[in-house]
C-alpha cells in the first residue's frame, strides 16, 4: 500500500511536471510571430522616434527648394528651383544621407538633403543651408564671438552680428558655451562646429521668432514691397511685444527725419574690436563698416531717446570721421579736447 501509494505521488509529480511542457508547445510554434512582431514594433517604434529627430532648420532669408527633374541618381542630375523657403522653417528629412547632384546656376556639383515641408511638398535644399537638428537661437548683443572648442581662450576670428538666427545642439553645452551651425548675414559665410557663449544668445520664442520677421522684412524693398514690408514689421512688433528687438522694430519703421536728434560736437574713442557703424541709428540697420579699438570718431548728433541692446542702454551717435553713420554709444567714451578720456 505504501509502495502503490509512493508510485502514485511518483506520477502525479511527473504529471505536473510534463504539464508545463506541453502547455508552452504551440505558443513554440508561434514564438517566431509573436517575437517578430514585437521586434517589428519596437523597430518601428524606433524608426518614428530616428524621424522625429531626422529635421532640419532652414538658416537663411533667401533659400529655395528644389526638385531634380530626371532623377538617375547621378551627380550630373540638375536641379531646379521651384519655391522660396523662409528663414527658420522647421523640414523634415526624408533621409539622412546626403545627395550630390548639379546646381544648374552654376554647373557645380553640391551636396544637397531631401526633404519635406509641412505642406507636404518634397525637395531638396542644399547641404550647408540646413541646422540638422536641434533648436534655434539668436544673437541678442550687438556681435558675438565665435570659439573653435568651449574654451575662452580659443577665440576664432568670426563673429555673427546681432539678430543672427542660427541652429544649436542643446547636448553639447558645456562650461557656459554651445555649439553652432549658422550662416553670418553679414559675411555671406557659413560657419560650423564652432562655439558661441550661451551668455551671448537667446532661446526665447519671442526673441527668435521677432527676428526672424525682422530680416524677413529686411531682406525687401520697402518701396516696392510696401504691404509685406509693412506687415511683417507689425507682426514682429505686435505678436512679439516683450521681444528683446521690440526697439528696432518700432524705430525701423519711421524715417530718419522722424527720429528726434540734438546737434552735438564732441569726439569719442571707441572701446570694443569690430564695432559697427550703421546706416540708421537701428542696430537693424545695414553696417557700413566695423572700427577697431581706440578709434577716435568724431559726432555731429545724438538721439534724443535712448534704446536698449543685450542689456545695455544709450543713444545713438552720428559720425562723419572716420566715416560717415551711426555707433551705439554703449561702446564709446567720450575724449576732452586733448585726447584724452573724459571719465
Known amino acids: 500500500m505504501k509502495g502503490s501509494k509512493c508510485a502514485f505521488c511518483f506520477l502525479l509529480g511527473l504529471a505536473v511536471l510534463l504539464m508545463p511542457s506541453c502547455s508552452k508547445k504551440p505558443p513554440v510554434e508561434s514564438s517566431a510571430v509573436e ?7 519596437a523597430a518601428e517604434v524606433t524608426e518614428d522616434a530616428q524621424t522625429a529627430s531626422d529635421f532640419g532648420y532652414t538658416m537663411r532669408v533667401g533659400m529655395w527648394l528644389y526638385v531634380i527633374a530626371s532623377d538617375t541618381g547621378s551627380d550630373t542630375d540638375a536641379t531646379r528651383a521651384v ?15 546626403l545627395r550630390k547632384a548639379t546646381n544648374t546656376y552654376d554647373s557645380a556639383v553640391y ?3 531631401h526633404v519635406k515641408r509641412n505642406t507636404g511638398r518634397e525637395g531638396y535644399v542644399f547641404a550647408n543651408q540646413l541646422a540638422v537638428g536641434g533648436a534655434l537661437a539668436v544673437v541678442t548683443g550687438e556681435k558675438a564671438n565665435l570659439y573653435r572648442s568651449p574654451v575662452n581662450i580659443d577665440v576664432s576670428d568670426y ?10 545642439l542643446p547636448e553639447t ?29 537667446s532661446y526665447r520664442d519671442a526673441d527668435v521668432k521677432s527676428s526672424i520677421l525682422l530680416q524677413s522684412a529686411q531682406a ?9 514690408y509693412e506687415a511683417l ?7 512679439y511685444p516683450d521681444s528683446i528687438f521690440a526697439d528696432e522694430i518700432r524705430v525701423l519703421s519711421v524715417t530718419d527725419s522722424e527720429i528726434p536728434v540734438i546737434a552735438i560736437d564732441v569726439s569719442f574713442r571707441v572701446t570694443d574690436d569690430d564695432v559697427n557703424v550703421r546706416e540708421k541709428p537701428n542696430a537693424s ?22 534704446f536698449s541692446i543685450n542689456n545695455q542702454t544709450s543713444q545713438w551717435f552720428h559720425i562723419t570721421q572716420p566715416v560717415d553713420g551711426w555707433i551705439f554709444g554703449a561702446w564709446l567714451a567720450p575724449l576732452d579736447r586733448n585726447g584724452i578720456d573724459d571719465n
Open 35 to 41: 517575437v517578430g512582431t514585437v521586434e517589428t514594433a
Open 83 to 97: 519655391e522660396s523657403l523662409p528663414l527658420g522653417e522647421k523640414l523634415q528629412l526624408v533621409t539622412t544621407e
Open 111 to 113: 551636396d544637397f538633403y
Open 159 to 168: 563673429i555673427l552680428s546681432r539678430k543672427t538666427v542660427f541652429g544649436v
Open 173 to 201: 553645452e558645456k562650461d557656459g558655451f554651445i555649439r553652432i551651425e549658422a550662416y553670418d548675414p553679414e559675411r555671406k559665410a557659413y560657419r560650423r562646429n564652432l562655439y558661441i557663449r550661451t551668455s551671448a544668445i
Open 220 to 228: 525687401l524693398d520697402p518701396q516696392k514691397e510696401t504691404n509685406r
Open 233 to 239: 514689421l507689425n507682426a514682429a512688433f505686435h505678436d
Open 285 to 306: 540697420s545695414q553696417a557700413i563698416t566695423q572700427l577697431a579699438n581706440n578709434t577716435e570718431v568724431k559726432a555731429v548728433e545724438v538721439t534724443v531717446d535712448s
